[in-house]
């Protein structure tokens, strides 16, 4: 989409932008007529030359060369601004009437590509920048499939743990919070060899690393139940924790 939405157009229209400077510089031979321009250019007596040398081609030599009898001269067709119109020659034409126009409106016709190109390609993000000073703007996508967090937890809803991921030489995460406080079913991952269904929170007490560092948070022993008693948990309680704290409110 994004290919055809900005490279594609934007390839069409740097072609017609360089066409048209193509057409404008057109027939490249840096030469002006000195009849057209009304300049005075001096011709050489003789028109024609024999035995002429061309160094440049293997020193071929060519029996004769018709001089021209129209006077040319020097001038710069080599010119880069945009947008590329007849007027942009100067004093030194080299032109004739119908390229002029058609240069001209060629010209014309890339400058108006490109306003439109900014318009559609950037035109409504600029709007959009300027009025949300004003007033809101967003719009919310998509669809609300009513399907609520909680009725998916263990299936297409995980919570963020705090963990470290591939830890060498252990086959599963390292959690580093509390989870007694959460459903397990948050985590994302269980190890079969642990089966407590009594007390699930014990099965990943041996991934846990917050039973590794004795601290004054510390709730419950590593492989034990922990006691919800609210005068037991407010006595442990004390002190600023050291690992992560996690919190779940259901419905």
Known sequence: QFSRKYFSSLALLLGAISTAY????SPFTMLCSCADNDKECTL????EFTNVKLTFNDDETIPSVLASTEGYYFCNQDINRFPPLS???GPDKWMTHEQETLSS????????LLIMYCVFMFGQRIVR???SFAKRVYKPTGKNQHKDFSSGIGTESFGYVPQLMEVPGFHFPLLI???DDIDVDLIG???????????PYRNYDNQNLIFDVPHETLHRSRNKAADKSSKSRGE??????????????PP
């Open 189 to 199: 991952w269980k190890d079969p060899n642990c089966s407590n269904e009594v007390d």
């Open 129 to 131: 920048a300027v009025v």
């Open 44 to 47: 050489p007596d003789t028109l």
């Open 105 to 112: 409106l060629y010209g014309m016709t890339c400058f108006v």
């Open 177 to 179: 919070c509390n989870i």
């Open 22 to 25: 193509a057409y404008f510089k």
């Open 87 to 89: 007027t942009d020659q």
């Open 236 to 249: 442990k309680g004390k002190g600023r924790p050291i690992f992560s704290v996690i919190k779940q409110y």
